[in-house]
């Protein structure tokens, strides 16, 4: 296998030498494969940027790879429109793992900056997995040059540049401090406001009682029949008379729950639903500093525990690091609602991510154009 993946990727290079012959133009490719459509992320950047330079041309490939023979091919002709961008660009932006941007050899000038999808660092990624069971083969991350050919890397805070330099496998000297550019939202009064009374008015039923809102956003897991089971014995156990439960899968989660009881929800981010909620529940996902921003309740239903554990680390201390009290039972995690500890859950936030300079956005922006040539 390593032999054919050798071949393809001289071949890409060598059709790749030929598309970096064309003239550089005045760029930023934006690239994607967490979803089909722009993320926020990228569209506040794209705004931001339009006004200190209007010139720079902004194009956006978004395309999430799906499983299936037909769509692996449809991809490969995506790549294609991904390496012109590429070779034609000054910057590249990411927020994922890019194949053409790795596997490719660029133009010593080009900007690539990876500013990663998820705020903070708490489930280890990348290189820091390597060989486990939920992370890549190093046999397969050495081949397809996993993470490499980035200018500078994207972090949350002083704190998590280590863990970035790790999960990346690049010098600490290329993490530079900048925190997602939605993290502008969280503290946004006049968003929050929109957001929030867009949110009420789809579900108008979240007014029209004085029952607190429960937000449930659990991690993706790719063995997901524990997750569903944990769902139903969540929802057994909350009195619907004083709880409304929305419920915030991942995208990439395959079930439904169909329980009229319950809200779950499509149609907005599990950030934008952290505004209207009274409590917030998780496990091991990331939206705990979304989460911490908001300085929301924090529950965390880890109902397995120990199994996650032994497939996935974290780079924080699970039991003594969290704002928030961890419970295995649905049943002592609704009881305790009442009267939840009190954890210093701004501390929490202020040490994960970082305070901005000006705003997050323009931060990101500012530092961007100093390094356009």
Excluded at 14 to 42: E, G, H, W
Excluded at 115 to 128: E, M, P, Q, R, T
Excluded at 220 to 242: C, G, M, P, S
Aim: aromatic letters at 14%; proline letters at 4%; a positive charge.
């Amino acid at each position: 296998m390593s032999i054919i993946v050798n071949i393809g990727i001289f071949g890409l290079n060598i059709l790749y030498f030929f598309m970096k012959c064309l003239p550089v133009q005045n760029k930023i490719t934006y690239i994607s494969r967490q979803m089909d459509v722009t993320p926020l992320d990228f569209q506040m950047i794209i705004d931001e940027t339009k006004k200190i330079n209007p010139d720079i041309q902004h194009v956006v490939l978004a395309k999430m790879l799906k499983k299936g023979m037909k769509n692996h091919i449809l991809y490969c002709f995506h790549m294609l429109k991904q390496m012109y961008h590429i070779a034609t660009s000054k910057m590249v932006i990411l927020d994922t793992y890019c194949i053409p941007v790795c596997i490719l050899k660029q133009r010593s000038n080009l900007v690539v900056i990876q500013i990663w999808h998820a705020l903070g660092a708490f489930k280890k990624f990348g290189y820091s997995i390597l060989d486990q069971p939920e992370g890549s083969s190093s046999k397969i991350a050495h081949l397809m040059r996993m993470h490499k050919n980035y200018t500078y890397v994207f972090s949350s805070s002083e704190y998590t540049r280590p863990f970035f330099a790790d999960a990346f496998h690049v010098d600490l000297s290329q993490v530079k401090v900048f925190p997602l550019p939605k993290t502008d939202l969280l503290i946004d009064e006049n968003h929050k406001q929109v957001i929030s009374q867009n949110i009420l008015e789809t579900y108008p039923q979240l007014c029209q009682s004085n029952k607190k809102i429960i937000v449930y956003a659990p991690t993706f897991r790719k063995d997901d029949h524990l997750l569903y089971n944990a769902i139903k014995e969540l929802i057994d156990v909350i009195d619907f008379n004083q709880y409304h439960l929305v419920l915030k899968l991942h995208p990439l989660t395959t079930f439904h729950i169909h329980d009229s009881r319950i809200i779950e929800d499509h149609q907005y981010t599990s950030l934008e639903f952290f505004h209207v909620a009274n409590y917030i529940i998780t496990d091991y996902s990331a939206v705990i500093f979304e989460a911490s921003l908001l300085n929301k309740p924090l529950f965390f239903y880890a109902f397995d525990y120990e199994e996650y554990m032994r497939k996935r680390s974290m780079y924080i201390d699970y039991i003594h690091d969290l704002p928030g009290t961890i419970f295995q039972s649905p049943k002592s995690l609704i009881e305790s609602l009442n009267h939840p500890q009190r954890y210093d859950i701004q501390s929490f936030a202020h040490k994960m991510i970082a305070k901005p300079q000006t705003t997050y956005t323009q931060d990101i922006v500012r530092f961007m154009m100093e390094q356009w040539k």
